[in-house]
């Protein structure tokens, strides 16, 4: 079969504007628990896109971690590739594609630390082997074998197998804020549902898109 020939029709329901709460945050979080009631695997997955200082955009897939009115909170290296993006551009772009609901959700904003303490309530739920993984990656350098990651870790169980594994300086936590959030249905003969929060000073203005 041609990749052109791949296609199916979305027909799991429709939007409407009397659907949506008018808060975008309470609106996420109900789409959310039905990813989750569905059993979506990692309803939590979504795409983060950057721009770095030449201008090139770069996307990878993260998980979030929390949300509230404040925005969306993921974690990552701060060292990282995406960390140095979005320290040369905080302006990000989330997307959450979820097709056992045939749904996408985008979010559009900008990115800024969280606190130490915050990114330290975090850490400290991690598993052992996460709070590991956290010291044995320079994420996104270069590495000749794997071998020389597998020897790192084994170095760092050692190093921490008696105590509190620490959170390390450079790990933590990016907020985005978000200005604009999308709620996208798929619909037959691609005539998808979108609806558009836009933040305003006091509110948020929700209007209909084309698909």
């Not at 979504?46 to 929390?66: E, W, Y």
């Not at 960390?83 to 990115?111: H, Y």
């Not at 969280?114 to 990656?137: D, M, N």
């Not at 170095?155 to 804020?177: A, H, S, Y």
Request: a neutral charge.
């Amino acid at each position: 079969m041609e990749v052109f020939d791949l296609r199916n029709e979305y027909t799991k329901g429709g939007l409407s504007r009397e659907d949506l709460d008018n808060n975008p945050f309470l609106q996420f979080e109900k789409w959310f628990n039905q990813a989750q009631e569905c059993k979506v695997l990692e309803p939590n997955a979504m795409s983060v896109a950057t721009v770095d200082k030449n201008n090139c955009p770069s996307i990878r897939t993260v998980l979030l971690k929390s949300w509230d009115e404040r925005g969306f909170v993921f974690y990552t290296n701060y060292e990282s590739s995406k960390a140095k993006d979005i320290e040369a551009n905080p302006n990000v772009s989330l997307n959450f594609f979820w097709p056992e609901l045939e749904r996408q959700i985008k979010i559009c904003g900008t990115a800024s630390k969280v606190s130490l303490a915050e990114s330290l309530r975090y850490f400290i739920t991690r598993p052992f082997s996460s709070k590991l993984g956290a010291w044995v990656s320079n994420q996104s350098k270069i590495i000749t074998s794997r071998t020389l990651l597998e020897m790192k870790f084994e170095e760092m169980k050692r190093k921490f197998q008696n105590g509190e594994v620490p959170l390390p300086d450079n790990w933590g936590g990016f907020r985005i804020t978000p200005s604009i959030i999308e709620f996208w249905q798929g619909r037959p003969s691609r005539l998808h549902d979108r609806f558009q929060y836009t933040r305003t000073e006091s509110s948020w203005q929700i209007n209909r898109l084309e698909p």
